[in-house]
């Protein structure tokens, strides 16, 4: 696994990622519109519980065949395939029983899986930044062992800072 900047890092998932055709993005943030918004994607469906977050992306992607959905992700049942699904900083947020539920169901839909987690747990000191959302606790350490059992195999690599790395993985063919 190759380790870079965190400076990298948006190059390198940039790269990764399709440039059209169906993207499910589940715990959608900022990085919907770093890495979805100025690609042509025929679909999207971004999940997310936080329903502040969700409305202001609905408010800025007013696409057709762009669907925002207020929900738990390990709720969420995928009834398509999709091209692409990313899982930006979202998995260690559950609890690993939901993720391996989660996990199942992805497998069944995704051409290719994307996911980003931290290398080690945290106090939550440092992943909590709006404390009216419950959802940015982190709950889990989700190991690269653990993402094996679903046929996930660590990319890269990078720091976040002198104590903190973060790893992503990924499932499926990558183009």
């Known amino acids: 696994m190759d380790t870079i900047l965190r400076t990298e890092r948006l190059d390198r998932l940039d790269a990764m990622i399709p440039r059209k055709g169906s993207a499910l993005d589940l715990g959608c943030g900022n ?3 770093y890495f979805y ?4 994607f025929e679909r999207v469906v971004a999940v997310n519980a936080h329903r502040p977050t969700l409305e202001a992306l609905q408010n800025e992607f007013q696409r057709d065949g762009w669907d925002f959905l207020c929900m738990d992700i ?3 049942n995928p009834t398509e395939s999709f091209d692409v699904i990313t899982a930006l900083h979202v998995v260690e947020h559950l609890k690993l029983d939901d993720l391996a539920i989660l996990l199942d169901k ?3 839909v995704g051409s290719l899986t994307i996911i980003e987690t ?3 747990f945290d106090d939550n000191k440092l992943a909590v930044v709006d404390r009216d959302n419950p ?3 982190h709950r889990s350490l989700v190991t690269a062992e653990f993402l094996s059992d679903w046929g996930f195999v660590p990319v890269f690599r ?3 800072n002198e104590k903190f790395s973060n790893a992503v993985y990924t499932r499926g063919a990558l183009e």
């Open 31 to 33: 990085h919907l519109r």
């Open 135 to 137: 959802w940015e606790l």
């Open 118 to 120: 931290p290398e080690q």
């Open 158 to 160: 990078y720091w976040q």
């Open 37 to 40: 918004g100025p690609r042509e």
């Open 74 to 76: 390990t709720e969420y």
């Open 106 to 108: 992805l497998v069944l």
